[in-house]
């Protein structure tokens, strides 16, 4: 018993644990993932680890692939809307905007939209962006242990789900865009709800800030982990808050200013270290900016139409398909063959939840795609994900996966 | 374009700008033709590549030059430096406005109209127009369901007055059936005095028709034109081999409707050869049978080889007979196992049907491929000569291609008694009825091939849909014949048949296989009108 006292059992690193020489170690391979409760979404990690130290992270996704791309060239521009629904279902309403507003640069019809629908979408693309924050900043700090915070942001997120359900029909899976502005009208007394909810959203912020942001666990094992530096995200291509978070002033909506984002005042919140702790930093600030964008936006949100008045490009309205052979004429052809698109090609992108979600599209002037591209930004952030986890502690996985935010349904297409 | 120094053109041909693009045609060519040359698609209704001109629709109205008034496309001959405008504000308004015009007592039918995908007015509607309709007038009511004839059903108030089907009538057919009485919006298309709609190219009204007012009472309601697959091929009804496409879904064939082969059919096929993909569904052998029991292959193979084992030590005892209702291949590979068994060789088809013969497209001759099967085995013996054989008993076994064998009643007793008959059948019937083996092959629609038409063409037709059951390419069958009798045929694929078979058929040497077509959906080949 008089020998346990002499043993100290002190705090090793992962430089100690490489200069330890008494136990003979070898390197070992583990999986984790594809079905890991700490994995966002279904993605492999195959460590190879010297002791906790990870040697080697060969990360590889593809569970989920979809052929969102291919898939795209049978559908109409159109029934596209769904598939984008899929790519960052946390905020599908950005990934429809992004769609739409490829398209209408290729009909050239950018300028043309109704104010209220261009409001409409930075509405719902804003509410969109902060179920986006609240379930990566939840979920992340669930997997460091903190419960409560994930099911405190979880209950706001669930709150606007419920709103968008009221917008568009579906809890998740919106499809709420259309090419020419948006599929309905929000429901009356709508921005009010959102108003008050967003409310009850600032104050729960302040709780669950009050529980992490000081919370010693939450920033030893947050902060310093999985930097990566300013010069790294430009080389690596990284955008929104990880980039953000590494003092990379990019913000689409403000670099690359589009729809009536000009007409909003809002900050684009940098960080300085580029860790986890800034990533986490950056996106509890844009939830906050968001809810400002809302909140202006609802005050400025103009009366009118949220449909394009252009016949080559809205569905006629149901009443005028089923009793004018012109506009039934018009609703066949847009449902069998889709809107006309001029041929050309265009890359039209947002500020996705991740960073910039751009699309590419080849027309032919057929009404579906010749071909189209994703630039999902959750694919290019996890291409810095094996050189990141390189020397952490395996528990280190855990936070950098969560603050890379990875979406399966984004990053495989 | 001063400064280049271009040739001066052929005498024969004119130079037309047209949207800016000179373009040089044949002299005689009309401005819409010229168009098309240049990629511009000038909308039209009444105009039809095949027909005369009528210029009755005014859809195709373009501006020409030192020509005060819009002129019609399809009726303008291109001269030597003409200038014509397609997308200047007049023209586009007068496209725009007469599609309104068109459409004002157009009823609103597309959701239950056989038509719709695949119709003209709507296309040209969408491409050109897209605009709400100014009219509140009801609009005017004619009959919706007229019966024109055996064929054809007529929706009078779905017709927009373009009389392309008249013309089918008067110049394909050459019988005047079909003619327009009374005037302005309460004009209608009916049949001419004391005729009906009953000649035997009438289907190619439909097929003409813009719009979903004549409708053919074989397809009607059946499928929805933009869900279907279309694959080219050839019509098996008769030795012309008019060339057409398969239009089919999950499998199924639901229509042939003419492709546009100037050399043979031009755009035209007769009523008869549409309905022959009835017959692709009508009591199909899927699976060998071996004394009018079901089998297998491998059985069916057995009980085949043991026969001609037997059958061939003595030369002359096998029989083989090729038939003109198969393809090139099947008969290639079947007069190759046959000569390699030296047995003998005989051709047979469907008997000629001298009624049926115009100087148009329909032939007497039934048979898609008699012109092929003579290529192949010109010394090739007449049926005649195998009554003899059999009734003499030197014929054993008899190796029957099709489905085909018209021998007289005697021989037909008497090829019930020798050893065996073997039979490969695409149907349930004829001699595969009571064959000793008869094994299933696959029909024209169902595998890659080819067929020669009356005047020696070598036509290729591309797989469609499925064989039924068990059913392979008759060639594939041959192959299995030949290895279960030790002969060495080692074809895998119709591609490779043809190869050896273009190298022994000398008119056919270097003829390419060309590509293999996959079905084209329809909803991509945008409206066909």
């Not at chain 2, 949207?19 to 401005?31: I, L, M, S």
């Amino acid at each position: 018993m008089a020998d346990l006292k002499t043993l100290v059992v002190g705090r090793k690193d992962a430089v100690d644990l490489d200069v330890e020489q008494e136990l003979p170690h070898e390197l070992m391979t583990v999986n984790m993932g594809p079905s890991h409760p700490a994995m966002h979404g279904t993605v492999r990690i195959v460590l190879t680890v010297d002791g906790e130290r990870i040697v080697k992270g060969d990360v590889q996704p593809g569970y989920l692939h979809r052929c969102f791309e291919k898939e795209s060239e049978y559908a109409t521009y159109t029934q596209v809307f769904p598939y984008t629904d899929r790519l960052n279902y946390v905020s599908p309403m950005i990934n429809n905007v992004g769609w739409a507003m490829t398209i209408e640069k290729l009909l050239g019809i950018t300028k043309q939209l109704p104010r209220r629908a261009e409001y409409v979408r930075v509405i719902v693309s804003e509410v969109s962006r902060i179920t986006d924050h609240l379930t990566c900043v939840g979920a992340s700090a669930m997997e460091l242990g903190a419960f409560t915070p994930f099911l405190y942001f979880l209950k706001c997120r669930e709150w606007l789900y419920t709103l968008l359900e009221e917008v568009s029909g579906a809890r998740l899976t919106h499809s709420y865009v259309r090419v020419g502005g948006v599929s309905k009208d929000l429901p009356v007394g709508w921005t009010d709800k959102l108003l008050a909810r967003l409310d009850e959203i600032t104050a729960v912020m302040v709780e669950v800030e009050a529980m992490l942001n000081q919370n010693k666990i939450f920033r030893d094992r947050m902060a310093g982990i999985g930097a990566l530096d300013r010069e790294a995200c430009i080389k690596w291509g990284q955008t929104g808050p990880i980039a953000r978070a590494a003092g990379l002033d990019y913000d689409v909506r403000k670099d690359y200013p589009y729809s009536v984002y000009p007409e909003l005042e809002f900050d684009v919140p940098v960080g300085t270290t580029g860790d986890c702790l800034d990533r986490y930093l950056v996106r509890i600030e844009e939830i906050k900016q968001s809810m400002r964008i809302l909140r202006q936006a609802v005050a400025q949100l103009p009366d009118g139409p949220v449909m394009i008045d252009d016949p080559r490009v809205a569905l006629p309205p149901k009443t005028d398909a089923y009793n004018t052979i012109e506009s039934m004429i018009r609703h066949f052809k847009h449902i069998v063959d889709g809107i006309r698109v001029p041929a050309g090609e265009t890359y039209a992108f947002v500020e996705g939840g991740n960073g910039e979600l751009g699309f590419y599209v080849v027309a032919d002037g057929t009404g579906r795609p010749y071909k189209a591209y994703v630039r999902s930004p959750s694919f290019v952030h996890l291409s810095t994900a094996s050189t990141i986890i390189k020397d952490h502690l395996i528990a280190d996985v855990v936070p950098i996966f969560g603050m890379i935010n990875m979406i399966g349904g984004e990053c495989d297409k | 374009m001063s400064d280049t120094q271009a040739p001066p053109p052929a005498p024969d041909t004119v130079t037309v700008t047209i949207d800016g693009v000179a373009v040089t045609v044949p002299k005689g060519t009309n401005v819409l033709e010229a168009a098309k040359k240049v990629g511009v698609d000038i909308s039209a209704f009444c105009y039809h590549p095949g027909l005369s001109i009528a210029a009755c629709c005014r859809q195709c109205l373009v501006s020409i030059e030192k020509n005060p008034k819009l002129q019609p496309s399809c009726q303008s001959i291109a001269t030597e430096g003409m200038v014509v405008h397609t997308k200047d504000a007049q023209s586009t308004l007068a496209r725009k406005q007469m599609l309104e015009f068109t459409l004002v007592n157009h009823p609103i039918d597309c959701p239950i109209c056989d038509k719709a995908g695949e119709c003209t007015l709507q296309k040209l509607y969408f491409e050109h127009d897209a605009a709400d309709s100014r009219v509140d007038t009801p609009k005017v009511h004619k009959p919706k369901v007229k019966d024109l004839g055996p064929n054809i059903v007529l929706d009078a108030e779905r017709c927009i007055l373009c009389t392309r089907c008249i013309r089918v009538c008067d110049e394909v057919a050459g019988e005047h059936q079909l003619e327009m009485i009374n005037r302005g919006d309460h004009e209608e298309l009916t049949t001419a005095p004391g005729q009906q709609l009953d000649n035997p190219y009438s289907l190619n009204t439909v097929d003409v028709c813009p719009v979903g007012a004549l409708t053919s009472k074989d397809f009607r309601f059946t499928m929805r034109a933009w869900e279907l697959d279309a694959t080219p091929s050839v019509c098996n009804g008769c030795a012309t081999g008019c060339n057409i496409e398969v239009h089919h879904k999950n499998g199924r064939a639901w229509r042939l409707v003419p492709r546009l082969n100037p050399a043979v059919n031009g755009h035209w096929m007769c009523d008869e050869g549409r309905f022959t993909y009835h017959e692709l569904r009508e009591a199909r052998l899927a699976g060998p049978v071996v004394g009018g029991l079901p089998s297998s292959w491998d059985k069916a193979l057995k009980a085949a080889a043991d026969k001609l084992t037997a059958a061939l030590k003595d030369p002359g005892a096998v029989a083989v007979v090729l038939s003109a209702q198969a393809s090139n291949e099947d008969n290639f590979a079947l007069a190759k196992l046959a000569a390699a068994w030296k047995a003998q060789v005989f051709a047979t088809g469907r008997p000629a049907v001298p009624g049926r013969a115009d100087d148009k497209l329909r032939d007497a001759d039934v048979n898609p491929n008699w012109a092929g099967v003579k290529a192949i085995a010109a010394a090739a013996q007449d049926l005649a000569a195998l009554e003899t054989g059999v009734n003499t008993g030197k014929v054993r076994v008899v190796v029957v291609l099709g489905h085909d064998l018209p021998v007289s009643a005697t021989a037909h007793g008497r090829l019930r008694e020798i050893d065996a008959v073997i039979v490969l059948a695409t149907h349930d019937r004829g001699p595969a009825k009571d064959a000793t083996i008869a094994l299933p092959i696959a029909a024209w629609a169902e595998t890659p091939g080819s067929v020669t038409n009356r005047d020696g063409r070598l036509q290729r037709m591309h797989a469609a849909i499925a064989a039924p059951g068990q059913a392979v390419a008759g060639w594939e069958a041959v192959v299995r014949l030949a290895q279960a009798t030790g002969v060495k045929l080692a074809w895998t694929q119709a591609r490779d048949v043809w190869k050896d078979m273009t190298a022994a058929v000398a008119p056919w040497k270097d003829q390419p296989w060309g590509r293999e077509v996959r079905p084209m959906q329809l909803r991509f080949a945008g409206s066909r009108g």
